[in-house]
C-alpha cells in the first residue's frame, strides 16, 4: 500500500503553516512534504515533525527569484556559485530534518536563450549535490514539470528526465515522478511507471485537469495504486494538489489508506 506523504504547501492551507503539521497528523498522516524550509530554523521544524510524530519525506532547493521568473537555479549558467550555496544549505535542513530526497530545482529556460548551455550547468551542480550528499544518505530528484504549470522550464517530459538521470549516471539521482505533469506531457503511464520503475525516487498526484484530489477527472489512481505495489515501489506518494473546497472535506480518498 503506497505510503502517502501530505503536501503542506498545497493542503491544510485553512491554518498557518507552522500548523498545518498537527492537522496533517490529525488527519491521519505520517509523512509531509513541502517546497521550502528556509524561513524557518531546522530545529523549529525539527520539533514540530516530532511533537506530532511525523516524518519529512521531501523538499526543494530554492526557487530563487520566483517574483522575477525564476523556479530554481540549478540549471542557470553563471549562478553555479550561489546554486551550491543552495544545495549546501539543502543539506544542512536535511540532515537536520532528517529527510532523506531534496528535489533539485532545475530552472526556467527565457526563450532565445542557449538551453544547452543551461542543461550543462544542471547536470554538473547535480553532480556536485550528488557527491556532497552521498556519505550522509541522501537522494536527489529530478521533476519534469508540465509548461501549463511551469512554460519554459528546463524539462517537461518524464522521459527527459529519465535521459538526464540516466546521463549523470549518480547512485543517488532519481526521478520524482509527478503524475500530474506526466499527464499533462506524456500520458500512457501505467507504461509510463514501468519504463521509469528502477529510478523512481518519489511520487507525487492531483488530479488533472484541475489538480485536485485523486478521487476524479482522468487519471485512474487505484489502478496506479495497484501498479505501484505491483513493481515493488516502496517510496512515498506526495499529496501534491489544490483541495477543491476544504483539506479535510476531500479526504475521503484517503480513508481506505490511513
Ligand atoms: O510543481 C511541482 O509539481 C513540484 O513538485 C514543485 O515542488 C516543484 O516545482
Ligand atoms: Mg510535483
Known sequence: MPKFAANLTMMFNEVPFLERFEAAAVAGFKYVEYLWPYDYPVQQLKAKLIENGLQQVLFNTSGGDIGGGEWGICALPGREEEARRDIDRALEYAIGLNCPRVLLMAGVVPPGEDKEEYRRTFIDNVRYASKQYRPYGIDIMLEALSPEVKPNYLYSSQYQALELAELIDCDNVYIQL?????????????????????RLGHIQIASVPDRHEPDEGEINYVHLFGLLDAIGYEGFVGCEYQPRTTTQAGLGWFEQYK
Open 178 to 198: 509527478d503524475y500530474y505533469h506526466a499527464q499533462n506531457v506524456d500520458g500512457n503511464l501505467s507504461r509510463l511507471t514501468n519504463r521509469l520503475k528502477q
